[in-house]
């Protein structure tokens, strides 16, 4: 049977408005940032945004900004009905936020949405309602100077969108997020937000760049900081407000980028200032930090994505070398880092052995130093101990244990070097992705920690995985929370003071460095900080247990979740070679 042509016709206005929404409206944090763009391109200097459910349900954003006359309110509904283009040179060089027109047709499309706005000199505001696209008749209302927008059942009409969303914490969180970027884009513009009911942020209009970073990134970043200035020429800016290395994270989402108050994704930018950060950070880290950059906008393309994240820019290598060079100035007058420079050599499972002599970890201690970097030396039998259970692993003698952190161990005629982090962490993983809780210790005196947006809303998504990993926090109110209990292994117990670092990793979706799915993830990062750590001291047949628990896990894993080797062995023909023996 031969299929019939289809012709080719023009697609209905509605269908047209639904891919358009498609294109603009991914999220409520979409119609956060569009909205949020509409009301500083219209001069508010105080922008307020609530939101209900995540927003699926309801999204409010009020501004103090010009408004909008009435004869031109209808016209805001219209999509590619824009005031912030002249003429068709417009495009090669925007300087608005919002200029494409189509973002509240787009949200209209999909949604119930209700636009109240008065202009400054109109004795009242005028609204108009909008259900499906479908524009009502014009009516009379009372409110300052200024605009409100309201959305209401975001893809009402479109269910296949909506079932895509995410649960309310999430989508909640990524409103969050975008409401912290214009912010510290702009930060000239004091921004509030509230969900169901609750303030969750109050950002203060500010000129000052570091006092406002610190509102969003906490008082470890403030303590911690350094500004960049940089100036090229007379239309290039770089500005920025970085911590110095010790203050570090598992993911790029601590650094918020901006292009003439733009808040934009862009790769190159990110990799040239964590180039400039290169042998001050494990590669396993990332800088946090603010920057800003200023140039002429016929220098940078905006319209090169639907939703504008992405930008393009003329001579963007110059650009980037400005800002590494930018932030590696600011850096190297910013004092000493607090922690060493990150290894030259990096090891993994399938690493060779150390490149180093072994007695560079046995050298006898300097002068009036009286720790020995061999600490808890065993008093090993003429015959080695078997250390692992029957059948589950290599004969191991434990030797002793360097820097509190790598044991040594005898396995034959080779030698062994054992991270008891690692190994720990790797039977917290497994127990966690097992569904069996950790144990729990409670805290005789509550730890009170504070909080950010971000933090507290990752603690209500994973509400589950915290009960289940001895967790136990309760809100005290203004961003503040009490630790109860913590989670407890091998007599060893979690520092309550470190929540909010695992929280703000899980609001990243958990360890990067994890190459499974988000659950893995997660439960890595519980795990990180949940296990024995460097500087813990373990007895000795603790350590056998962990080991001999590790090789009894199913496939025997050789590392931690992160990909770090659980051990490194050292062959005693290696051995032989560096002590010159192998001719011998």
């Given at each position: 049977?031969?299929?019939?042509?289809?012709?080719?016709?023009?697609?209905?206005?509605?269908?047209?408005?639904?891919?358009?929404?498609?294109?603009?409206?991914?999220?409520?944090?979409?119609?956060?940032?569009?909205?949020?763009?509409?009301?500083?391109?219209?001069?508010?200097?105080?922008?307020?945004?609530?939101?209900?459910?995540?927003?699926?349900?309801?999204?409010?954003?009020?501004?103090?900004?010009?408004?909008?006359?009435?004869?031109?309110?209808?016209?805001?509904?219209?999509?590619?009905?824009?005031?912030?283009?002249?003429?068709?040179?417009?495009?090669?060089?925007?300087?608005?936020?919002?200029?494409?027109?189509?973002?509240?047709?787009?949200?209209?499309?999909?949604?119930?949405?209700?636009?109240?706005?008065?202009?400054?000199?109109?004795?009242?505001?005028?609204?108009?309602?909008?259900?499906?696209?479908?524009?009502?008749?014009?009516?009379?209302?009372?409110?300052?100077?200024?605009?409100?927008?309201?959305v209401a059942r975001l893809f009402f009409n479109t269910p296949a969108?909506?079932?895509?969303?995410?649960?309310?914490?999430?989508?909640?969180?990524?409103?969050?997020?975008?409401?912290?970027?214009?912010?510290?884009?702009?930060?000239?513009?004091?921004?509030?937000?509230?969900?169901?009911?609750?303030?969750?942020?109050?950002?203060?209009?500010?000129?000052?760049?570091?006092?406002?970073?610190?509102?969003?990134?906490?008082?470890?970043?403030?303590?911690?900081?350094?500004?960049?200035?940089?100036?090229?020429?007379?239309?290039?800016?770089?500005?920025?407000?970085?911590?110095?290395?010790?203050?570090?994270?598992?993911?790029?989402?601590?650094?918020?980028?901006?292009?003439?108050?733009?808040?934009?994704?862009?790769?190159?930018?990110?990799?040239?200032?964590?180039?400039?950060?290169?042998?001050?950070?494990?590669?396993?880290?990332?800088?946090?930090?603010?920057?800003?950059?200023?140039?002429?906008?016929?220098?940078?393309?905006?319209?090169?994505?639907?939703?504008?994240?992405?930008?393009?820019?003329?001579?963007?290598?110059?650009?980037?070398?400005?800002?590494?060079?930018?932030?590696?100035?600011?850096?190297?007058?910013?004092?000493?880092?607090?922690?060493?420079?990150?290894?030259?050599?990096?090891?993994?499972?399938t690493a060779p052995a150390l490149e180093r002599p072994l007695p560079?970890?046995?050298?006898?201690?300097?002068?009036?130093?009286?720790?020995?970097?061999?600490?808890?030396?065993?008093?090993?039998?003429?015959?080695?101990?078997?250390?692992?259970?029957?059948?589950?692993?290599?004969?191991?003698?434990?030797?002793?244990?360097?820097?509190?952190?790598?044991?040594?161990?005898?396995?034959?005629?080779?030698?062994?070097?054992?991270?008891?982090?690692?190994?720990?962490?790797?039977?917290?993983?497994?127990?966690?992705?097992?569904?069996?809780?950790?144990?729990?210790?409670?805290?005789?005196?509550?730890?009170?920690?504070?909080?950010?947006?971000?933090?507290?809303?990752?603690?209500?998504?994973?509400?589950?995985?915290?009960?289940?990993?001895?967790?136990?926090?309760?809100?005290?109110?203004?961003?503040?929370?009490?630790?109860?209990?913590?989670?407890?292994?091998?007599?060893?117990?979690?520092?309550?003071?470190?929540?909010?670092?695992?929280?703000?990793?899980?609001?990243?979706?958990?360890?990067?460095?994890?190459?499974?799915?988000?659950?893995?993830?997660r439960a890595a990062s519980v795990a990180c900080h949940a296990a024995?750590?460097?500087?813990?001291?373990?007895?000795?047949?603790?350590?056998?247990?962990?080991?001999?628990?590790?090789?009894?896990?199913?496939?025997?894993?050789?590392?931690?979740?992160?990909?770090?080797?659980?051990?490194?062995?050292?062959?005693?023909?290696?051995?032989?070679?560096?002590?010159?023996?192998?001719?011998?």
């Amino acid at each position: 049977m031969t299929a019939s042509r289809r012709p080719i016709r023009r697609l209905d206005a509605g269908t047209v408005e639904r891919i358009a929404a498609g294109e603009v409206v991914e999220r409520p944090a979409s119609v956060v940032k569009e909205l949020l763009e509409n009301a500083i391109d219209a001069e508010a200097s105080h922008i307020v945004v609530r939101i209900d459910g995540g927003g699926i349900e309801r999204i409010e954003v009020a501004d103090d900004g010009v408004g909008i006359p009435p004869a031109e309110l209808a016209l805001a509904l219209e999509r590619h009905a824009t005031s912030k283009l002249e003429g068709p040179d417009g495009l090669d060089a925007i300087r608005t936020l919002g200029f494409r027109g189509e973002a509240l047709a787009a949200v209209a499309s999909v949604s119930h949405l209700r636009l109240v706005s008065r202009a400054r000199g109109e004795e009242a505001a005028t609204g108009l309602e909008s259900i499906g696209g479908v524009v009502g008749e014009p009516f009379l209302s009372a409110r300052a100077p200024g605009t409100t927008v309201t959305v209401a059942r975001l893809f009402f009409n479109t269910p296949a969108r909506r079932k895509f969303l995410r649960p309310p914490a999430r989508e909640q969180l990524e409103v969050v997020d975008t409401v912290e970027r214009s912010y510290l884009a702009l930060p000239r513009v004091g921004l509030e937000l509230s969900a169901n009911g609750s303030e969750l942020l109050r950002l203060p209009a500010s000129a000052d760049l570091g006092e406002a970073a610190a509102h969003v990134l906490g008082p470890e970043f403030a303590a911690a900081s350094i500004e960049v200035h940089q100036v090229e020429g007379p239309r290039v800016r770089v500005e920025g407000c970085f911590a110095r290395p010790e203050v570090s994270r598992g993911s790029a989402r601590g650094l918020y980028l901006s292009v003439n108050g733009r808040p934009i994704v862009s790769r190159p930018f990110a990799q040239s200032v964590r180039v400039a950060y290169a042998d001050r950070l494990p590669r396993t880290r990332f800088p946090v930090g603010v920057l800003h950059l200023e140039l002429d906008p016929s220098k940078v393309d905006v319209n090169v994505h639907p939703t504008k994240r992405e930008v393009r820019f003329e001579r963007e290598a110059e650009l980037l070398e400005v800002t590494r060079r930018a932030v590696r100035a600011a850096l190297e007058g910013g004092g000493p880092a607090n922690l060493p420079s990150a290894p030259r050599d990096r090891f993994s499972a399938t690493a060779p052995a150390l490149e180093r002599p072994l007695p560079e970890f046995l050298a006898p201690p300097a002068p009036g130093h009286h720790t020995s970097p061999l600490q808890s030396r065993l008093d090993a039998p003429s015959t080695p101990p078997k250390v692992l259970g029957a059948g589950a692993g290599p004969e191991l003698a434990l030797l002793g244990v360097v820097g509190r952190l790598y044991w040594l161990a005898e396995s034959g005629e080779d030698l062994l070097l054992l991270d008891q982090h690692a190994a720990s962490e790797r039977l917290l993983f497994a127990q966690l992705l097992g569904g069996t809780a950790l144990a729990q210790q409670r805290l005789v005196s509550p730890v009170s920690v504070r909080l950010t947006p971000r933090e507290a809303g990752a603690l209500s998504e994973h509400s589950s995985l915290f009960r289940s990993a001895g967790f136990e926090v309760e809100e005290v109110g203004g961003g503040t929370w009490w630790v109860r209990g913590v989670p407890s292994y091998r007599g060893r117990i979690a520092p309550a003071e470190e929540l909010p670092r695992l929280l703000a990793e899980l609001a990243d979706g958990g360890r990067p460095a994890v190459p499974d799915g988000l659950a893995e993830r997660r439960a890595a990062s519980v795990a990180c900080h949940a296990a024995v750590r460097a500087g813990d001291r373990i007895e000795p047949e603790e350590m056998r247990r962990i080991l001999d628990a590790v090789y009894r896990l199913p496939g025997a894993p050789s590392t931690c979740p992160h990909g770090r080797p659980i051990a490194l062995r050292l062959p005693r023909s290696r051995l032989d070679r560096w002590f010159g023996r192998s001719g011998i």
